[in-house]
């Protein structure tokens, strides 16, 4: 695997663009992995926390541990559930194994970072997320590409496994180019008493991204959160949704959806929650902004039970900003503009998303910069 001093190939653009994503100094992070194009250029995990986390490339990890293909590679994702899942399994050229080891729990978040930066490349990657039994971590996941490159496509499979007692956050951060095309594909399988945390941020313009991860509740008591902040402008289609199906007893689910659109935008929020066990609980919401009639935003929910003891909400409110509301912030010496982006920023507040504070003054200054562009 590449040396530590081999991060100083990666162009200080992308370092700057990285940072925008939530991808920082290695020092304040547990391990980084960063994957530019079709070669992973550097995986590794800060020496304080050996042995409580491995970080490594997948196609390194397949060939160190017999048990990852057995046991993970293509189980949550099956290889023949689409065109692209088929494209993934015949041609990509990477991606990260990450491992949260049994009991251990990683106070600093781990990173990862997967950047374009050729013109036209279609990058194709395949992620494994293990965190083992009573494990708890915090993961940053960075998408992003040169902004001088155009054309490109991203398509990636990522299949995560949260085992008994243990807890999974992940939080990502699309920042794509105009022009780009988007297909992350995802599901996670969570087992008794487990507990995973997922935080979507899309703030850059995208020319097409559809995204639908789905999480198995398959044992008692697990819990999946869905949180996402969607931000809409420059013609950009953004169809992003969820699905959680509770299969064990107690199981529960939250989707959490806060959408902006403006600029000829179209946001499309999907969500389905399916209650099969007894005593299993959910709840769906999304709200969203319209900046301009040339904007779009379309919320739809499915809710199913199929168990008597199942309850399942759902609410969902879309409409425009209040003229009091900018009228009483000009008030305060704030221009109209000045008045939209503060009400824009409150709206989209991080802290529905229960993230530790470090990591919520982070990503809240990139929603500010996104906000204010």
Known sequence: M?????LT????????????????AEKERAGS?????????????????????????????MQKYTWVNEDYV????????????????????????????RNSEVTVPLQTCLTIT????????????????????????????????????HIGVTEIYVKRGATLNLTMVHNWAEDTFVRPISAVVIENGGTFISNY???????????YPVAYCNGEESRV????????????????GSKAILKGKGSRAEMISRAVSRQGSKIIVRGSIEGNAPDCKGHLE????????????????????RKRSVEITHEAAVGKISEKEIAYLMTRKLSRDQAVSLIVRGFMDVSIMGLPEAISSEISRIVEMATQA
């Open 286 to 305: 999304c709200k969203g902004l319209i900046m301009d009639d040339d904007s779009h935003i379309q919320s739809i929910p499915e809710l199913t039970a």
């Open 74 to 101: 293509w189980k949550a994702v099956p290889r023949e559930t689409d065109m692209l899942t088929r494209k993934v399994w015949e041609y990509y050229t990477g991606g990260y194994f990450l491992r949260i080891i």
């Open 118 to 153: 050729q013109k036209d490349l279609e990058q194709k990657v395949h992620n494994i997320i293990v965190a083992e039994e009573n494990s708890k971590a915090h993961v940053i996941a960075g998408c992003l590409q040169h902004p001088e490159v155009r054309g490109a496509a």
């Open 201 to 211: 941020i899309c703030l850059k313009p995208v020319r097409n991204l559809q995204m």
């Open 33 to 61: 992995f960063f994957h530019v194009d079709k070669a992973t250029i550097y995986a590794g995990v800060n020496k304080l926390f050996v042995g409580k986390a491995e970080l490594m490339d997948i196609k390194a990890a």
């Open 225 to 240: 959160v869905f949180n996402s902040i969607l931000y809409g402008h420059k013609n950009a289609l953004l169809d992003v």
């Open 2 to 6: 590449a040396s530590k001093e081999e």
């Open 9 to 24: 190939r990666v162009p200080q653009k992308i370092l700057e663009e990285a940072a925008k994503a939530g991808i920082t």
